[in-house]
């Protein structure tokens, strides 16, 4: 497993944003006729699920939909033409 897959996540959706291939998911929620709506159903609906996951304390589904919710995260960032910098750079200042 790559330490760094969450930046090749990163590039591969930036990629389906500029590219938009026709059977890709990813391409589909930036051309959505919702537009960014979408995007904010998606991370709604999947902060929920992780939630009702933890509640159950069901570990695979937190998992899950963990990894459910980072994605249409990082959907959102590069639909604000932000990037994962912008992301690093705020958690360092927390930190």
Known sequence: MSEKIIDELFD???DRQETLPEE???ASLFTHEKGE???LEKLGEETTEI???A???NTDEIAAESADLIYHLLVLLASKEMDL???RE???QRR
């Open 90 to 92: 705020e958690l360092a």
């Open 55 to 57: 509640k159950d304390d």
């Open 12 to 14: 591969v959706i930036k």
């Open 37 to 39: 709506n979408a995007v």
């Open 51 to 53: 939630i009702l996951a």
């Open 85 to 87: 910098t912008d992301l």
């Open 24 to 26: 890709s998911y990813t």
